[in-house]
Nanobody, 115 residues
Framework: QVHIVESGGGLVQPGGSLRLSCAAS????????MGWYRQAPGKQRELVAG???????NYADSMKGRFAIWRDIAKNTVYLQMNSLKPEDTAVYYC?????????WGQGTQVTVSS
């Protein structure tokens, strides 16, 4: 059984930073594509950053230079470092393991950027 748990969300002021973590079990972590997605109220879920099984990185244009994704295979964990946060980054952030169509999703973690 696949189990995914995100952590690290919270309230941060504009310009601040947060690090999200996603721990996965029950899946061959090293062979899976992974990604972070987000969904703001009234909007569709969108890709934030992805990392393939071969460690190829992909970022949404608005996150380039501010966000970084990486994974620790030994810990079965994928991370998202978010810097220079803006109010428009406010959303529920979801971890995906195995691809958005057939993979597995975490329960989401709220990120709120506000003064």
């Amino acid at each position: 059984q696949v189990h995914i748990v995100e952590s690290g969300g919270g309230l941060v002021q504009p310009g601040g930073s947060l690090r999200l973590s996603c721990a996965a079990s029950g899946i061959m972590f090293s062979a899976a594509d992974m990604g972070w997605y987000r969904q703001a109220p009234g909007k569709q879920r969108e890709l934030v950053a992805g990392i393939t099984r071969t460690d190829k990185l992909n970022y949404a244009d608005s996150m380039k230079g501010r966000f970084a994704i990486w994974r620790d295979i030994a810990k079965n964990t994928v991370y998202l470092q978010m810097n220079s946060l803006k109010p428009e980054d406010t959303a529920v952030y979801y971890c995906n393991v195995g691809g958005p169509q057939f993979g597995y999703w975490g329960q989401g973690t709220q990120v709120t950027v506000s003064s």
